[in-house]
């Protein structure tokens, strides 16, 4: 496999777990060094806080594209799959819809905010850095999870990769 195609199969299947991981190691790793510095050693760290929160933003809305192609946010799929399957599909599928919709809405949206933050400088209290960079997650986060979205249905057309987890008694093909 050529190296192009490799770094295109990280991006494709492990980009978001990667990047969400190395951030909640190292919101963890500051908030564990400046626990130990303020009551150990009682010199507390300014900077170590906002880098934590910048890092579980991060972590948070990749997180959401990551949970979009594994299919593993929340549902409450109980009523969904009282339906035989052709409906429980069809309201899968509608729910999608909307969801899509509101995803682009949230891409959208955070395009503007982030893009207002280039022309009023905003910067952070400690570290003096612009609040665009921290906040490109947002059009990271729901750029990423209404591309998985569509990935999933292209997935689910070309592969027939389940849009669903198989029900009480049924097999996955992917098992």
């Not at 507390?44 to 890092?55: Q, R």
């Not at 207002?116 to 921290?134: R, Y």
């Not at 990423?144 to 389940?162: A, C, G, K, N």
């Amino acid at each position: 496999m050529s190296l192009p195609a490799r770094i295109w199969t990280f991006l494709e299947s492990r980009a978001e777990e990667v990047i969400a991981g190395i951030c909640v190691v190292v919101m963890t790793v500051l908030v564990f060094l400046q626990v130990v510095m303020r009551y150990v050693f009682s010199a507390p760290m300014s900077w170590s806080d906002e880098i934590a929160v910048y890092a579980m933003l991060w972590s948070v809305y990749l997180s959401t594209s990551w949970a979009v192609r594994e299919r593993a946010h929340i549902r409450v799929m109980n009523l969904v799959q009282m339906f035989p399957g052709k409906m429980s599909t069809a309201m899968t599928m509608f729910s999608d819809l909307i969801w899509f919709i509101f995803a682009i809405f949230l891409t959208y949206q955070s395009l503007l905010l982030h893009l207002s933050m280039w022309t009023l400088p905003f910067e952070s209290p400690v570290l003096g850095i612009a609040q665009k960079w921290p906040y490109l997650c947002l059009v990271f986060g729901f750029g990423l999870m209404t591309l998985r979205l569509i990935q999933v249905y292209y997935r689910w057309i070309r592969f027939d990769e389940p849009l669903m987890e198989p029900r009480d008694g049924e097999v996955s093909i992917h098992e």
